[in-house]
């Protein structure tokens, strides 16, 4: 697979959770956000571990349940709470910095050079999304900006260990995924209970939302997300992340009914330019696409 078609592939995965927004609203039972997690990381993963047939070993139980709790355990909460305390549109303009979280951290913890352009890229791209999200009246909350703060930041830091750990060897994307999201919703699983308590009467709706968000927004999403995240460079789905705002936002107008206006569509194209922009800053100078994505690619870890 050229870098192209990986970079296309793992965009899915962004993509897909941009529906979520909408699936909760339309389908879901209100008042029940963490049950949602669970219902979308615990069955997926557990189903992921069954068809692949591979567990963990050695140091990879310790491995698994840091990035677990990242990308899931800690992720979700953290994105409810601040759901429940900021209008989406600030909550959605916070997840635009994950770009520049994970070109920090991805200086610091992988060595990686950040260059000018790939800085640029995303500024820009943050400045985008703030653009298609914030209204004239957004308001701010201290602990929903922490809790959204720490939700991207933990994303972010989970998609470079993802990257720095890489993969056992001989274990394909399916487990590897099913490992998190099993990790992630057993952690959230009595952390559901207690603050949410037994779960309501689900109606037709709700069981499909609830099987949209388990097959396409988990177990396929991250099995593409996790294995874009180890062969491509740190800044490219750092990126990509981008789109789920994007998707949501146009999801809004052409389905929901919501309003569009012409800063919207500036931020837009704001956004998908530094997307573009960026793909080629990770790409070093005379580099083929398929080079690149091979020396991207993390060493198997046994």
């Known amino acids: ?147 959204a703060l720490g939700g991207v930041t933990a994303t972010g830091l989970g998609m470079i260990l993802t990257k720095r750990w890489g993969c056992p060897s001989g274990v394909g994307p399916v487990a590897y995924a099913g490992w998190q999201l099993t990790a992630g919703g057993l952690l959230l699983l009595p952390l559901t209970f207690v603050v949410e308590g037994p779960p309501p009467a689900l109606d037709a709706g709700a069981l499909l939302g609830y099987l949209w968000l388990a097959t396409a927004g988990g177990i396929i999403a991250y099995t593409l997300w996790f294995r874009g995240i180890q062969r491509l460079p740190v800044i490219v789905p750092g990126l990509l992340a981008l789109l789920s705002p994007i998707v949501a936002t146009l999801l809004g107008v052409l389905i929901a009914g919501e309003s569009f206006t012409m800063v919207q569509v500036a931020g837009i194209l704001i956004t998908l330019a530094a997307l573009v922009g960026g793909q080629f800053a990770a790409r070093p100078r005379g580099t083929p696409a398929t080079a690149v994505e091979q020396s991207a690619a993390p060493v198997a870890v046994r």
């Open 1 to 147: 697979m050229n870098r192209l078609t990986l970079t296309l592939v793992t965009a899915l995965a962004p993509a897909t959770w941009g529906t979520t927004y909408l699936v909760t609203t339309e389908l879901l039972p209100v008042g029940h956000p963490l049950l949602a997690g669970l219902l979308r990381s615990l069955p997926a993963g557990l189903l992921a571990v069954l068809l692949a047939r591979r567990l963990p070993h050695g140091s990879w139980w310790g491995k698994v349940l840091v990035l677990g709790a990242l990308n899931i355990g800690a992720f979700f909460p953290l994105l409810f709470l601040a759901a429940e305390r900021l209008p989406g549109g600030v909550a959605a303009a916070v997840a635009g910095a994950q770009p520049l979280i994970v070109l920090g951290l991805g200086a610091n913890v992988l060595g990686e050079r950040v260059r000018p352009v790939s800085a640029a890229a995303a500024v820009a791209g943050a400045a985008g999304v703030a653009l298609v999200v914030l209204g004239p009246a957004a308001a701010l909350d201290f602990w929903g900006l922490v809790a």
